[in-house]
């Protein structure tokens, strides 16, 4: 889209310089044009050829629904205004911007809008100089593998009837669940002799104290809430008890290898693999903590306020990401709870804290870049682009840079130099 000249377009600092606002008023000329490509990348991608607007607006109507349709008109004219205004503000953002309209755009109307954007935060190092760092070498532990032995007995674990007669804090149960959530069966909690382990920190405390105590063949009627950001959700259970379970961790010991890992022969054989299995990763796990603590050693010397939201958009980045990994895998988030013997609370700090500090490192990145004036020319972002997905590697370099691809790219290569640089230069203190 060639450049808007817009109506308005005035920005304001709020929340102490954490968010600036941006008032748009988008002219009629720009938004009937965005409205008119809408409709015709609508009509490409549904493969229907009407030259006729209305016609053309009926049909899809009928295929996707007229909310559907609105909400996907609107998302595109403000996408389209919002990136030919954010290229006129002299705002250097470091998130997506948030976007609120009253009203849908209308062809041949002014269309008024606001730009929520979080600025970039004003910091600072302590030094540019190179960093320093304790010599560290990863050696392969009798403890390393002990601790991939009893992963390996978790990993063959069985679970049987258990002898005691009452539900405790730690079993595991098979159980009927009829599970109301605010007066609606919520069919992903039901189920019918469905196993549940019964462990404070996986499921809700108002539930797990419902059926503590129970024997097999009860009945129960539990309810419970759970807290919201809007408030609270209310649950009312029919559950009944099947069985009472307990995990059974095998002994690793010489028969239990024969038996399961033959391959292997003995207790000592395993251990054997096993050492050097994690021998060969030794390199590579050096290297990662190398970078790791020339990244730590650079951070230490921030400087500088930080909004919230950068926090918050790295934890919910973080989390998606290793949700997808756990996916790519054939698992989930219960399956990883569970095998690393973690409460869902720990998790969720865990990816706070891994965040945070990831996004700390890169804020110093790119005050270093700064400070030392690393820039990325034309062929660097060329030989980046390339090495991307194919559809994005094929954009134009005017698309690319209109896209926000181009602005992205380059910091991500700005950082990757500004750690070169201090991969290149570290001082390695003596023990």
Partial sequence: MDTVEFVKLESAT???????EIA???????????????????????????????ELRTQLVSMVGEGPFLDALRDFVLNRMTAAAMRQ????????PGVHAEGDPVEGEDYSFTINVTPRPQVTLTSVDPVHISPSTIAVEEADIDEQITYTANQFSSLKRAAHEELCD????VMDIDMLKNGNLDKKLSGVRRPVEVRTGLLPEGFIEGVLGMKPEDIRKVSFTVPTPQGEDTYQADVRLWEIQERVVPTIDDAWVAENLPQFGTVAGFRDYIRQDLESQKALV????????????LEKRLEGFIPDEMYQQAKDSLMASTMQKLENEGSDL?????????????????????????????????????????????????EAKAGLPGAMAQLSDEDFEKRGFKASLSERIRRDKALQWLLETVIVDEA
């Fill in 286 to 297: 050096e290297q990662q903590d190398f970078v790791y603590r020339v990244r730590s050693a």
């Fill in 14 to 20: 709020k929340d102490d310089g954490q968010r600036i």
């Fill in 170 to 173: 730690g079993d595991f149960a």
């Fill in 24 to 54: 748009v008023v988008a002219p009629a000329d720009a938004v009937s044009s965005a409205i008119a490509e809408f409709y015709e990348l609508m009509a490409k991608v549904r493969h229907i050829e009407i030259a006729d607007r209305e």
């Fill in 334 to 382: 219960d399956k990883y709870l569970e095998e690393h013997d973690m409460s869902k609370d720990a998790f969720t700090m865990n990816v706070f804290l891994q965040s945070s500090e990831f996004l700390r490192q890169n804020l110093a990145l790119d005050a270093l870049a700064e400070a030392r004036a690393i820039e990325v020319t034309d062929a660097d972002i060329a």
């Fill in 89 to 96: 503000v002299t705002v250097d953002t470091v998130l997506a």
